[in-house]
């Protein structure tokens, strides 16, 4: 008899969402500002605007009207190589406050209100 095991893959609880806009603090990108266009909580890696592009080959396919040729996109970053900028202060750290149901995130620096979540 097998035994089948399951590895359930543990999703990083993320405080960068969608449309959020960071600075990269690290790496060769650093100091680039851009909004956040996708968050892959399963491997904590977030793709951001402008920032790590690189040249990847495509392969032309008329079907779809795509043209072949060196393309450039832009590749993901791991979340802890990029800050979230506050209106305010800049880059910041962020923390939580719970208002009834709806928990917040806030900046460390001046206290304000980022952006409400939902529970």
Known sequence: MLLRQTREIEMAKL?????????VITGQDKGKKGRVLRVMP???KVLVEHVHVIKKHVKPNP???????IAEQEA???????????PNCGPVRIGHKVEGTTKMRVCKKCGQTI???KR
């Open 15 to 23: 405080d960068i969402q969608r449309n959020d806009t960071v600075e």
């Open 42 to 44: 399963e491997s904590a």
């Open 63 to 69: 079907q779809r009207n795509i043209k072949g040729g």
């Open 76 to 86: 993901p970053i791991h979340v802890s190589n990029v800050a979230l900028v506050c």
């Open 115 to 117: 952006a409400a979540k």
